[in-house]
Antibody, heavy 115, light 112 residues
Framework: QVQLQQWGAGLLKPSETLSLTCAVY????????WSWIRQPPGKGLEWIGEIKNSGTTKYNPSLKSRVTISADTTKNQISLKLTSVTAADTAVYYCARGLGGSGSYWGQGTLVTVS | DIVMTQSPLSLPVSPGEPASISCRSS???????????LDWYLQKPGQSPQLLIY???IRASGVPDRFSGSGSGTDFTLKISRVEPEDVGVYYCMQALQTGFTFGPGTKVDIK
């Protein structure tokens, strides 16, 4: 059974860098699009960006100047970095495999609080 | 960006009764291959979103057949034929036509 496990620091101060990692277990890493999505407390879902198998990335224009998504194919992991965080970046962050396809899988979510 | 809207935003339903959620996109999600790039997700309380429907009308693996998706172009509907208590949560539509996927605001379904 495919499981996405994610981890990273949950409490940051303003201006620090958010760093999260996501790994897949029980399923394939290659051949899929990998995405990060976030959800502010009590609010809806916002797509942050994606990385393709080839390493090509696309980002939400509203976050593009601060976001980096990378992949480590040797570890079957992807990472998210968001620089210069503010309180507005407080959210649950999700990684997802195959978003927009026939069978997307999501991580359990990581609450990141900026305070 | 493609803007997604949903209605209603809140939907109280009685168990066993049907439910319907509408989703509209600011531009057509119909591709030349005949598929509509519209997905439906359910986020149960305290959980990650789970895929219910993709390409507008195809149920994801393991999704009960009481869930159905329909529509084309810019107007879509998710129907639950008979609501079960485990169906409570927030339902989101998402356009999968253009990277830079965008979600609707969500429809909160709860039991009367």
């Amino acid at each position: 059974q495919v499981q996405l496990q994610q981890w990273g620091a949950g409490l940051l101060k303003p201006s620090e860098t958010l760093s999260l990692t996501c790994a897949v277990y029980g399923g394939s890493f290659s051949g899929y699009y990998w995405s990060w999505i976030r959800q502010p407390p009590g609010k809806g879902l916002e797509w942050i960006g994606e990385i393709k198998n080839s390493g090509t990335t696309k980002y939400n224009p509203s976050l593009k100047s601060r976001v980096t998504i990378s992949a480590d194919t040797t570890k079957n992991q992807i990472s998210l970095k968001l620089t210069s965080v503010t309180a507005a970046d407080t959210a649950v962050y999700y990684c997802a495999r195959g978003l927009g396809g026939s069978g997307s899988y999501w991580g359990q979510g990581t609450l990141v609080t900026v305070s | 960006d493609i803007v997604m809207t949903q209605s209603p935003l809140s939907l109280p339903v009685s168990p066993g009764e049907p439910a319907s959620i509408s989703c509209r996109s600011s531009q057509s999600l119909l591709q030349s291959n005949g598929y509509n790039y519209l997905d439906w997700y359910l986020q149960k309380p305290g959980q990650s979103p789970q895929l219910l429907i993709y390409l507008g009308s195809i149920r994801a693996s393991g999704v009960p057949d009481r869930f159905s998706g329909s529509g084309s172009g810019t107007d879509f509907t998710l129907k639950i034929s008979r609501v079960e208590p485990e169906d409570v949560g927030v339902y989101y539509c998402m356009q999968a036509l253009q990277t830079g996927f965008t979600f609707g605001p969500g429809t909160k379904v709860d039991i009367k």
